[in-house]
């Protein structure tokens, strides 16, 4: 494939504007078309110069062909897009979470496979300078055995956030603090040390009573199926700021804290027989005003969307990737119904 990959953008928003800024970067991506159900963004991305429309269903009957589709729209509606993409004969780029559950990702999975399209779930985190880092330690065994990890997530997200009459805090299209907060960091989680098992946890609502329709406080403990203990703490409740994103790591071989806001920050280590090398400075936080997000690692998910589509390199998180950070996340929710 030696032309341009063709993208196309459902969702203008704040993320949506940012997918197509990055087409447009990119010299081998054009965009071909932005898509959103509120007319008044018309004058948000008439800057990026293609056709608008209202629409998926109008712009697949009748605006210009793209290779892509970017699905960047409220959770509850990522596995219904990404269906109706891949019917389309498109490929498809979906924000995170791939949907709000394990069984819309299994049919966007088999559909992707009955239409020999490609799912790349949006993971931008694993591109951050410590979590290559840490991949890299882990996959050279140089914590030995891995015996604890514990994962605290202590953001802030207030009603500057949680606006009434947007999806945001909407159980239906938002899905929970773990889907639209923190799924980043149970991806990360689950790459480096694989799936979870024997789950315990306590939900707890501080703050958020009027502001959301689910908890925005947890404490969750299990084991990997590896071997070794874990835990994530989470909280949305944290007064004004973001406080910190952190994975604390302890093995036979020696220990290890990645921190920050958004573990952007390698804050100890002290490994048998090793020397910490420097590692290039991370992305900036997503800033969004009152409050910042994960790093703003997108240039690097559509490099490797059309390295990927072009043949010379693979998918970095792919669909199935995607389908277990939900399936995780669903598992630790039904905990909710779960009397301790």
Known sequence: MSEKIKFAVIGAGHIGKRHATMVQRHPEGELVAMVDSDPARLDEVEPFGVPFFTSMEEYLATGPKADVICVCTPNGFHAEQAMLALENGCHVVCEKPMALSKADCERIIYKSLQTSKLVFCVMQNRYSPPSLWLKEMIMEKRLGQIFLVQINCYWNRDDRYYKPGTWKGNQA??????????????????????????????????????????????????????????????????????????????????????????????????????????????????????????????????????????????ATTNALEGLKVVEIIERIYALKGIKN
């Not at 944290?238 to 093995?251: A, F, Q, R, Y």
């Not at 020696?254 to 020397?275: L, P, T």
């Open 173 to 314: 299209l938002d899905g929970g603090t773990l889907f639209t907060q923190f799924s980043h960091f149970i991806d990360i989680m689950y790459w480096l040390f694989g799936d979870i098992k024997n789950i315990s946890g306590r939900f707890m609502d501080f703050n958020h009573q009027h502001l959301t329709d689910f908890e925005d406080s947890g404490l969750i403990h299990f084991d990997f199926m590896n071997g070794g203990a874990g835990t994530l703490n989470y909280s949305t409740a944290v007064w004004d700021t973001n406080l910190e994103s952190s994975m604390t790591i302890i093995g036979d071989k020696g220990s290890i804290k990645v921190g920050g806001q958004y573990m952007n920050e390698v804050e100890y280590c002290h490994v048998q027989d090793y020397v910490m090398p420097e590692l290039p400075p991370s992305s900036p936080a997503n800033d969004y005003g009152h409050y910042k997000g994960s790093a703003a690692n997108h240039h690097f998910i559509f490099e490797n969307v059309i390295d990927t589509l072009k043949g010379k390199t693979f």
